[in-house]
């Protein structure tokens, strides 16, 4: 079974400063998808940025890029010049047949 | 962009009665829905993948017969909690994938279930 782990319960930034949130996961698949979803208080879950794992290049979105090591099984999320609507719930996700998530970071951006 | 919704977005019910959790695509017809749990301060937990016309997939731990999963057609997925208890009180959010073939999955707004 497939397995993603967040190691950073919270992280802090200060606003206009840059953040790095991390994200392992475990598979033996070769073809999946990842992601980053967003979860503010309202708890809707807001999808940040995705990666399919064929692809090598990096995606980004705006302020939001990933840095997906295919090999290491890593993925990480930048968030650049935060913002304090950037303040939220940040979970990383592996998608094969189904999506399962990490067990997600806390992201408070300081004014 | 595609919209799924839930309804309700809060139900109390008292225990050992049953309640139902609705969960639509709205703009966008879904072969394959999913029924997650998410405690307070905790990630999201699969409970059961749900193909339309078919029986429900349930994780290891997940009790079919307390959570009855039905996927009657390609914009409707319903999760009924069957004799709730106090410790099935949770927040319940479903989602759906496409069938377009772009691999994504939206979420809807979930369902806050408090049982007293």
């Known amino acids: 079974a497939q397995t993603v782990t967040q190691s950073q319960p919270e992280m802090s930034v200060q606003e206009a400063e840059t953040v790095t949130l991390s994200c392992t996961y475990d598979t033996s698949e070769n073809n999946y998808y990842l992601f980053w979803y967003k979860q503010p208080p309202s708890r809707q879950m807001i999808l940040v940025i995705r990666q399919e794992a064929y692809k090598q290049q990096n995606a980004t979105e705006n302020r939001f890029s990933v840095n997906f090591q295919k090999a290491a099984k890593s993925f990480s999320l930048k968030i650049s010049d935060s913002q304090l609507g950037d303040t939220a719930m940040y979970f990383c996700?592996?998608?094969?047949?189904?999506?399962?998530f990490g067990a997600g970071t806390r992201l408070t951006v300081k004014p | 962009g595609a919209v799924v919704s839930q309804h309700p977005s809060r139900v109390i019910c008292k225990s050992g009665t049953s309640v139902k959790i609705e969960c639509r695509s709205l703009d966008f017809q879904a072969t394959t829905m999913f029924w997650y749990r998410q405690f307070p301060k905790k990630s999201l937990m699969l409970m059961a993948t749900?193909?339309?016309?078919?029986?429900?997939?349930?994780e290891q731990g997940v009790e079919k017969d307390k959570f009855l999963i039905n996927h009657a057609s390609l914009t409707l997925s319903t999760l009924t909690v069957t004799s709730a208890h106090p410790e099935d009180s949770s927040f319940y959010i479903c989602s759906a994938r496409t069938t377009s073939g772009v691999y994504e999955q939206y979420f809807g707004p979930g369902t806050r279930l408090t049982v007293t």
């Open positions: 996700a592996f998608m094969n047949n189904d999506m399962r």
């Open positions: 749900s193909n339309e016309g078919s029986k429900a997939t349930y």
